[in-house]
Every structure is written in C-alpha cells, then in structure tokens.
C-alpha cells in the first residue's frame, strides 16, 4: 500500500480499527523481517522482534497523526529490540563491531538511510524473484555467487552466449523499474555480502 493511502486509513487507525492496522502490518511486515534479519542473521529471531514491534505499536495506535510516523516508529523499535538482542548474546566480532557503530547512529537521518536502502534491496530482490527461472539462475549465480560467465555455462550445461544473453536479459528487466545507482548499490551489497562469507 502506498503511503498516501496508508494516510488516508489514519483516522480509522487511531480509532483502533483492526483492518487499519492489518493495512500497515501488510506493507511494513517483510520489509521489517529483511531489515532486522540483516543485523540479527536469523529469520525466526528476526520475525518474532518484528512481531513484537507490531504489538507495541498497537498498544500506541492512538498516538499517531500521520503514517510516516507509524513507519518511523516500526523501525526505530526493531532495531532498538535487534541491539538488545545482540546485546544479551554477547555477540562478539564482526557484529559486536557492528552493533557498536548502529548504537551511535541515533540521528532521525541515518535512521531513514538505513530504511530507505533496506526497503531498495528487499524490492530487488522480490523483482529478482519475478525472472523467469533460467534467467532467475543465471543472474543469481553471477551475482550472487560471484561465478565467471564460463562457469555458469559449465555448471548448466548451456553455451557462454546463453548465459551473456540471459544476463543482459535480467539485467534490462530489472532497469524498467530500478535506476543504475540503485542497481549498483545492489551488487555492492552482493559482493560485500560474499566477502564475508568467504573469510
């Protein structure tokens, strides 16, 4: 739903209405999920911080005028509950170093930063998800397992012009709907994301 739309159900939510809320939890819910997986890198852990995001605020319901501020709120919770989480673990490392940085980070602006670039990847991905199957595979492989384009033609048994073809096929699909800084922070993500992976 569109958060103009979201606004105009304001009313009825401050009221208390469930279908109002039902509205926000179907807009925010796995965008949320994404975001708090993405400190927590655990999808049961992350669903039910989520959740518990989603009770608090209806305990609030009646405080909010405007839904950007419902937004605001959803996030700033689970990622306040995602700290407390790491904290409690005695997380150590990589993600002891990133809660540290996170815990700083209290300005409203890098707050809406870090939203704005979990919501951009989450929609890739879904878009990602939409590719035919073949092209689906091939994308991902390239991507997201970093392999060279004779690799993927090796490991699917398909000519180096199918998979360049494929390629340039997802690639033009997904510039219908996302600009080409958008895409490149994608696949900044990916390769960061693999580099972690391989230490």
């Not at 958060?3 to 949320?32: N, Q, V, W």
């Amino acid at each position: 739903m569109e958060s103009h739309e979201l606004d105009d159900i304001m009313p009825a939510f401050r009221r208390g209405d469930a279908d109002a809320y039902m509205a926000f939890f179907r807009t925010y819910y796995k965008p949320l999920v994404y975001f708090a997986d993405k400190l927590l890198n655990d999808i049961p852990e992350s669903e039910d911080v989520v959740k518990e995001s989603f009770y608090k605020l209806w305990s609030k319901h009646g405080d909010f005028e405007f839904a950007k501020g419902v937004k605001k709120f959803l996030y700033l919770t689970t990622r306040n509950a995602c700290l407390n989480t790491l904290r409690h673990s005695k997380v150590v490392g990589t993600f002891q170093k990133e809660m540290e940085y996170l815990d700083k980070q209290v300005d409203d602006g890098m707050v809406l930063q870090k939203m704005i670039q979990t919501e951009l990847l989450h929609a890739i991905y879904e878009e990602i998800a939409r590719l035919p199957e073949k092209r689906q595979q091939v994308f991902r492989m390239l991507f997201f397992e970093g392999l060279k384009n004779e690799e993927v033609a090796e490991k699917l048994g398909i000519s180096i012009f199918t998979v360049k073809e494929q390629r340039a096929r997802a690639l033009a699909q997904l510039r219908l709907k996302f600009s080409d800084q958008q895409l490149l922070l994608f696949f900044a993500f990916c390769a960061i994301g693999r580099s972690v992976v391989q230490r």
